[in-house]
């Protein structure tokens, strides 16, 4: 079954509802997306625990299975979004406070061009951030320049995109912030049974390495860790199955339970597994990556980290040199010789300042939809 099940709205409410009074509505249409949606939950729910929030799903971009669904979101979406107009039902019909979104769908952004739309009284806020490690921004910047709020990341990008911003002549009201929910600053202590933990997660992704040379180097790398640690587990965290997310904007052309087949004799404690990040991050002595933004995820939980770039055929991969340059200064970018010896190091604390925001951002979020709310200029549409 390649389809979530039918999405169970709620009970319908008196509409509209006073601006304070309304929920938030976070948007997913795939396996990231739906990451971010339930991380911004968190972060909402930390801040106003009486908050109401739904979870909404773009049913014509969905590319999630039935088993992520069932994994990520068991108990469903509460709002299935589909057909033509309604986005703009949904801006202007006062049910939701504000949108939040990690993807500026085409039909939102559509809408939010429209001037009557942007300047409508009593609408949504509509909130977009990062879908992720963004290795070439400038695109994402453009696309989220009729969005209410922009939450960007590192630190260091916010003059970058107010100088882009500048050139745009249809930007109306806009907030720009820090942050993401996924890059919150980590905790000052490491889990407390760190020095306890046995398994090791190598964290796929489906477009890097890019050759089947350089998938198979890791996995090589992985089994030879496996076999000089045998007190240990290695786990491939696969993204997901190979028959999943064939719509995925991201497909995997060589998917890794098919080449650990390949594999002469791999070792018993080389594992394969789909289980959740969380998951993952609940048991893990060690994080390894590529180009992945679990790599943000491994550090923010106070695990240690490794990003490995020299993995073969790198040179023809486009996502080495960006994922370089955005780790420059981070102190875990790791040789092949570090990383099969587990010779992990500790974060540069400067970088780690500059690429995670402070862990009030959700208080932030709604301070930003608040002030949407009494902007000067709005007018009535019919």
């Known amino acids: 079954m390649n389809q979530p099940p039918a999405a169970a709205a709620d009970a319908p409410e008196e509409i509209p509802l006073p601006f304070e009074a309304r929920p938030v509505l976070l948007l997913f249409s795939d396996d990231s997306t739906l990451f971010f949606a339930l991380r911004m939950r968190d972060c909402l729910r930390a801040a106003d625990p009486d908050l109401k929030i739904h979870m909404g799903w773009v049913v014509e971009e969905n590319a999630l299975s039935y088993r992520q669904m069932e994994q990520l979101l068991p108990e469903g979406p509460d709002l299935a979004i589909h057909g033509k107009g309604v986005f703009r039902e949904l801006l202007l019909?006062?049910?939701?406070?504000?949108?939040?979104?990690?993807?500026?769908?085409?039909?939102?952004?559509?809408?939010?061009?429209?001037?009557?739309?942007?300047?409508?009284?009593?609408?949504a806020c509509v909130l977009a951030f990062l879908g992720g490690l963004d290795f070439f921004p400038q695109n994402g910047y453009f696309r989220r320049r009729n969005c209410d709020g922009v939450y960007l990341f590192p630190a260091s990008e916010i003059p970058v995109y107010e100088k882009r911003a500048a050139n745009w002549e249809d930007r109306m009201w806009q907030e720009v912030g820090f942050g993401h929910p996924t890059f919150l600053r980590p905790e000052i202590e490491p889990p407390a049974d760190l020095a306890t933990r046995r398994d090791i997660y190598f964290f796929t992704q489906a477009l890097s390495p890019t050759s089947k040379r350089g998938r198979l180097h890791m996995l090589?790398?992985?089994?030879?860790?496996?076999?000089?640690?045998?007190?240990?587990?290695?786990?491939?965290?696969?993204?997901?199955?190979?028959?999943?997310?064939?719509?995925?904007?991201?497909?995997?052309?060589?998917?890794?339970?098919?080449?650990?087949?390949?594999?002469?004799?791999?070792?018993?404690?080389?594992?394969?597994?789909?289980?959740?990040?969380?998951?993952?991050?609940?048991?893990?002595?060690?994080?390894?990556?590529?180009?992945?933004?679990?790599?943000?995820?491994?550090?923010?939980?106070?695990?240690?980290?490794?990003?490995?770039?020299?993995?073969?055929?790198?040179?023809?991969d486009p996502l080495v040199e960006p994922m370089r340059r955005l780790f420059a200064?981070?102190?875990?970018?790791?040789?092949?010789?570090?990383?099969?010896?587990?010779?992990?190091?500790?974060?540069?604390?400067?970088?780690?300042?500059?690429?995670?925001?402070?862990r009030d951002l959700g208080t932030r979020v709604l301070q930003t939809i608040t002030r949407f709310n009494g902007r000067a200029f709005q007018v009535e549409v019919l």
């Open 93 to 123: 019909d006062q049910r939701y406070k504000a949108i939040l979104t990690s993807r500026v769908f085409g039909a939102l952004g559509g809408q939010l061009r429209r001037p009557e739309i942007s300047a409508a009284a009593g609408r």
């Open 220 to 316: 090589e790398a992985m089994a030879a860790i496996a076999r000089a640690n045998p007190d240990h587990r290695v786990w491939i965290k696969l993204r997901h199955l190979p028959h999943e997310n064939q719509q995925h904007l991201h497909l995997e052309k060589h998917d890794y339970p098919g080449l650990l087949k390949e594999l002469q004799d791999p070792p018993a404690n080389l594992r394969l597994t789909a289980c959740t990040m969380d998951e993952a991050l609940e048991n893990a002595a060690l994080g390894i990556t590529c180009t992945s933004t679990a790599a943000i995820d491994v550090l923010r939980a106070g695990v240690p980290c490794m990003v490995h770039l020299d993995f073969v055929d790198n040179y023809v």
């Open 329 to 358: 200064q981070s102190g875990v970018i790791t040789s092949l010789e570090d990383m099969l010896n587990l010779r992990a190091q500790a974060p540069n604390p400067e970088w780690v300042e500059d690429m995670f925001c402070p």
